[in-house]
């Protein structure tokens, strides 16, 4: 099987990296199979960011804290381990930014489209959802998109849901909501088009970013969508994919 192995910079990913080459060999992207993805969870997005084009399915093995996307590092059996392994496709999200002198930028985002308040003062986001207006003036730290594959993580610790990682669902949660002040947030299906519009953008600045890689601020307005032409191919060993892990967090 050819791998291309790819890894972070940390000290022990970059241990992993030699050892696993030097004992099965080193492909160019453009050349192999699978990709081989050795760190932590940040890694592993940013190597499906970057690798996308590739349409290779990606496989990682933690050499970093959690690894909620990763399998578990061991050296040898890697071909067996990738042979079995189930396959599982996230789509991304992509989000459109407007800032008040017309700027636009674009991005895609695997677990989360987030704004956040960029001053001292409370975010007021209008909040529309397919062209129809649902909340006229959230005034919160922040709100956020959420992919299933996502909503375990910055969704969860803002007190959103678990999703399923098969449902055809996004998370939209409130970050610190101060009016409506019990507004959690609302699960929409995954063909909706959410639009945040800020209110007050001089006085309350707010700032927009996808998946932690892409920051835009001062924002007027953000659409975030489903993009159903990207599909992220995660490999997983069997009995240890994103069902059972989303599953596990919802008992821990």
Same mark, same amino acid.
């Given at each position: ?88 496709? &996230? !789509?991304? @999200?992509?989000?459109? %930014? ?8 674009? +991005? #895609?985002?695997? *677990? ?12 007021k986001l209008k909040i529309t ?39 055809? &669902? !996004?998370? @939209?949660?409130?970050? %610190? ?8 947030? +609302? #699960?929409?299906? *995954? ?9 007050e953008p001089e006085k309350r ?41 989303l599953l596990n967090e919802q008992?821990?």
């Open positions: 099987m050819k791998i291309a192995f790819l890894a972070s910079t940390a000290p022990a990913a970059q241990m992993a990296l030699a050892e696993l080459s030097a004992r099965y060999g080193q492909f160019a992207v453009d050349q192999a199979q699978v990709i081989v993805a050795l760190g932590g969870d940040g890694f592993m997005l940013q190597c499906l960011h970057e690798q996308q084009g590739a349409g290779l399915p990606v496989y990682g093995m933690n050499c970093g804290t959690i690894g909620f996307l990763m399998n578990g590092f061991q050296v040898d059996g890697l071909p067996e381990r990738l042979a079995d392994s189930v396959e599982e496709v &996230v !789509l991304p @999200l992509s989000m459109r %930014a407007e800032t008040a002198d017309g700027q636009v930028t674009t +991005a #895609l985002a695997i *677990n989360e489209v987030s704004l956040f308040r960029a001053g001292p003062q409370a975010a959802v397919d062209g129809k207006e649902r909340m006229p003036e959230l005034v919160c730290d922040g709100a956020l998109v959420a992919t299933p594959a996502g909503s375990t993580a910055y969704n969860y610790s803002a007190h959103g849901p678990i999703l399923p990682i098969g449902s055809d &669902v !996004l998370a @939209l949660t409130a970050v %610190a909501a101060f009016r409506p002040r019990r507004w959690r947030g +609302a #699960l929409l299906p *995954n063909s909706a088009v959410v639009r945040f519009d800020v209110l600045p707010v700032m927009a970013d996808a998946d932690g890689r892409r920051n835009v601020r001062a924002v007027t307005s953000v659409e975030v969508r489903s993009d159903p032409s990207v599909r992220h191919r995660l490999r997983f060993d069997p009995g240890h994919g994103l069902e059972e892990r008992f821990v």
